[in-house]
Nanobody
Framework: QVQLVESGGGLVQAGGSLRLSCAAS????????MGWFRQAPGKEREFVAA????????DYADSVNGRFTISRDNAKNTVYLQMNSLKPEDTAVYYC??????????????????WGQGTQVTVSS
């Protein structure tokens, strides 16, 4: 079983930045496509960003494209989400997800095999 642990969430003012990290267990991290999703109160889980196991291809939701950057360090079994120019509407619980043996960028929540517990991001106006 793969375990994912998110960190780096917190409270920031609009226009500020945060960097989220997701540390993965297991020895096959480099074979996992990784993604970030978020869920705001009263709303459905929303795709944010994804990256292939090679790191050569990324995909972003229109709402974050140009502001957020997903990256990975396979030597550290870690995926990151750099969040710049944060807006109040970015407030949500952010979840890390992994898809085994899949060198693509899944954008649907049901395409992922494993999920972290989430980290809260709150952006004040």
């Amino acid at each position: 079983q793969v375990q994912l642990v998110e960190s780096g969430g917190g409270l920031v003012q609009a226009g500020g930045s945060l960097r989220l990290s997701c540390a993965a267990s297991g020895r096959a991290f480099s074979s996992y496509a990784m993604g970030w999703f978020r869920q705001a109160p009263g709303k459905e889980r929303e795709f944010v960003a994804a990256i292939t196991w090679s790191g050569g291809n990324t995909d972003y939701a229109d709402s974050v494209n140009g502001r957020f950057t997903i990256s990975r360090d396979n030597a550290k079994n870690t995926v990151y989400l750099q969040m710049n120019s944060l807006k109040p509407e970015d407030t949500a619980v952010y979840y890390c997800a992994a898809r085994k043996y899949y060198d693509s960028t899944p954008t649907a929540w049901d395409m992922y095999d494993y999920w972290g517990q989430g980290t809260q991001v709150t952006v004040s106006s």
